[in-house]
Structures are given as C-alpha cells and as structure tokens.
C-alpha cells in the first residue's frame, strides 16, 4: 500500500513569493490534515480535512494561507505571499480513524529568504 | 505552561539499557494519547497508543497517569535502532486534533 505522498521535498523561495504544497493521502482515507514544524518547536496543527469539507482550520495562521481539497482526493497549500516566518516543515497526514492513527508523508521543508 | 510538555534530552544511554520518558499534560479533558517516534529529518510514525490500563509490545511499555496526568515509555534492551526523538501526541475527548510534545531525543551508544 503506498503511503502519504508530499510534493515538492524542499522549496527554497523568496519573501514575497507565492508556493503551493501537495498532498497525495493514502488511497480511500477521507481525513486529512496539514501540520507545521517550525525549528525548535513542535508540530503544530493547521487544518483537517473530511473528504473535501474542512472540519477546522482553527490552526492555520492567517490569511495568507490557503488549503483545498478539491473533488475530496489529494490536497494543496498554497502561501501567498510567504514570509520569513513560515520557513518549516510542512506534513501532511490522513487517516481512515483519527481515533487511531495517522499517517505522516515525508514533509515539505520550506525555505523563505 | 505548555499543553504537552516532554524533557528534550537528549538521553544518551548505551545498548542494552532501559530508559524511561516522562511527557505531562495540562489539559484534564485529554482522552487519548499516543507516542510517536520521528527519526532525523523523516516523518512522525506511531509507535504505540497509550491505553489507561497501561500497554506493551515486545521491549516497549507505555503508561497513562491520569491523576498527575502524565504519560510515559519504557524502552528496554535498547537497541542502537532506538536512537531517535520520541513524540508525546494527546487528543482532548471528542477531539480528533492532536497536540503534540516537543520530542524527546535518545540516543544508543555502542
């Protein structure tokens, strides 16, 4: 079975540029979550996916993000414009039952200059 | 105070030694509760959930405290494949959204 796939592995941009983050989710698991490690800290939740309804985005940081999850499948995260202080690690996660577990792609680690 | 505190570490221990973290909670309303392992630089996996009556797999013991409320792991016969950070996850009751702990670093030495 193939896992949580991340696009791309590294993006290194500039302040004021504009990246989108993808995720593949393991096939047929409708939830879905995007997180962010920023260094030094823990991973913070930012949004959880049903299908493609957003269950809560309380964690997402301001309006300069944006997740869809267009037709319910793979997701993407889009920054515009990005900022210095959203360099990190971005993972992506699904699961089948968010009682049990999830499932962690390899993470997008983000680089603003 | 932080929602899920853990000691960072790092613990350096050598092969063959037990070790134990603790990780506490804040929130008295947490259900469940899970350690994750994270190796450098790769993707959180589960390593175990943590169930009140306490749980074990293989050289692995996970336990919950839920009047000082805290979790902790137990690693036994520590293998040099042990070395990596430990994650505390805790859900509050009715919540899928985890909040995770800093981690925990160990580190198995020859």
């Known amino acids: 079975e193939a896992g949580v796939t991340q696009f791309p592995s590294h993006s290194v941009i500039e302040k004021g540029q504009t990246v989108t983050l993808r995720c593949d989710p393991i096939?047929?698991?409708?939830?879905l979550y995007w997180y962010r490690r920023v260094m030094g800290k823990e991973i913070k939740f930012l949004l959880h996916?049903?299908?493609?309804?957003?269950?809560?985005e309380s964690g997402m940081p301001n309006n300069r993000f944006l997740a869809e999850r267009t037709g319910g499948t793979y997701s993407t995260l889009k920054v515009q414009p990005a900022e210095l202080e959203d360099s990190g690690v971005y993972f992506c996660?699904?699961?089948?039952?968010?009682?049990?577990?999830?499932?962690f792609g390899p993470g997008t680690r983000l680089t603003v200059l | 105070r932080k929602e899920v505190e853990q000691d960072p570490g790092p613990f350096n221990v050598p092969e063959g030694a037990t070790v134990a973290f603790n990780c506490t909670y804040s929130?008295?309303?947490?259900?469940?509760f899970f350690w994750y392992r994270q190796d450098c630089r790769k993707e959180p996996k589960l390593l175990m959930s943590?169930?009140?009556s306490g749980n074990e797999d293989g050289r692995f013991t996970a336990q919950l405290n839920r009047a000082s409320q805290y979790i902790s792991l137990l690693i036994r016969d520590s293998k040099l494949s042990d070395s990596a950070t430990y994650l505390c996850?805790?859900?509050?009751?009715?919540?899928?959204?985890?909040?995770f702990g800093r981690g925990t670093s160990l580190i198995v030495h020859p």
């Open positions: 996850v805790v859900n509050l009751r009715g919540s899928y959204i985890p909040t």
């Open positions: 096939s047929g698991h409708d939830n």
């Open positions: 996660a699904s699961s089948q039952d968010p009682r049990v577990t999830q499932y």
């Open positions: 929130n008295s309303a947490s259900q469940s």
């Open positions: 996916f049903v299908k493609e309804s957003k269950q809560d």
């Open positions: 943590v169930y009140s």
